[in-house]
């Protein structure tokens, strides 16, 4: 028996924020001495956003259980393609120095904030189920 789509995005969200925590502690320790300021701290904006979206798709991964009718899974998908482009684009930046890929950032960022605007629209849409909230 396979797991649902909301399963999933929970699953998911919650390998990224410990992958988070690890790429944190990562920055935090390994990376101090080897990067400059300004890449580092392009590191640690990749990991915090990260951090933030690997909770977002959880609370999606809720939602979805919640209203199950409003589609709420678009803004799971655009979380995660969220953090490929923008976080993945920056560790690229600070990692390997690849500064052109910090022209993938700004998409990852409309990603984010398209998932956003999906989240809140679907939930607003929705009606309270019967009983009550």
Known sequence: MGHSLSQRFLMIGAILAGSGVAAG????????????????????????????????LCIVSLAIDRYPEQGLEKSGWFFIAGM???????????LAGIRWMGAV???????????????????????????GA
């Open 25 to 56: 502690a990562f920055g935090a320790h390994a990376l101090k001495e080897i990067l400059d300021a300004p890449m580092l701290q392009t590191f640690e904006t990749a990991t915090r956003y990260v951090m933030y979206h690997a909770f977002g």
């Open 84 to 94: 490929f482009l923008f976080s993945g684009s920056l560790y690229v930046v600070s």
């Open 105 to 131: 950032t700004p998409v990852g960022g409309l990603a984010f904030m398209i998932g956003w605007l999906l989240l809140g629209w679907g939930v607003w849409r929705a009606e309270l189920p019967r009983g």
